[in-house]
C-alpha cells in the first residue's frame, strides 16, 4: 500500500525559505517520476515541480528560481526547497508520483506552508 508522509512546513514571513520532505513507501520509488503539489485554499491542486527518476526537473513558471526539487531514492524521499517564499505560496503542499495520463489517486495529508508577516 502506498504512504507518502509529508512534513517541513509551517509558518514562514516574506522572503523565508523552507524544506519540505516526502518520505514514500509501498512504492518502487527510483523508478517514478516524483511531483511536488500545491492547493491553495479555494483552489484546485496543481503541480509546481516535478523530478525524474534519473534526475531530470521541472518548474510551474510561478515557482521557477524559487523552488527546488530533489530526491534521494535510498532513502525513498523527495525534496522542495522553497526560497523567497512570498504570501501566494500559502498552500498545502503535496507530493505523489507523477504520470500524465494516469494521475495519482492516493494522497498523503500534506504539509501546511503559510507566508504571512
Known amino acids: 500500500q502506498v504512504q507518502l508522509v509529508e512534513s517541513g512546513g509551517g509558518l514562514v514571513q516574506p522572503g523565508g525559505s523552507l524544506r519540505l520532505s516526502c518520505a514514500a513507501s509501498?512504492?518502487?520509488?527510483?523508478?517514478?517520476?516524483m511531483g511536488w503539489y500545491q492547493q491553495a485554499p479555494g483552489k484546485q491542486r496543481k503541480l509546481v515541480a516535478r523530478i525524474t527518476s534519473g534526475g531530470s526537473t521541472n518548474y510551474a513558471d510561478s515557482v521557477k528560481g524559487r523552488f527546488t526539487i530533489s530526491r534521494d531514492n535510498a532513502k525513498n524521499t523527495v525534496y522542495l526547497q522553497i526560497n523567497s517564499l512570498k504570501p501566494e505560496d500559502t498552500a498545502v503542499y503535496y507530493c505523489n508520483t507523477y504520470n500524465p495520463v494516469t494521475p495519482p489517486t492516493y494522497w498523503g495529508q500534506g504539509t501546511q506552508v503559510t507566508v504571512s508577516s
Open positions: 509501498g512504492i518502487i520509488f527510483s523508478i517514478y517520476t
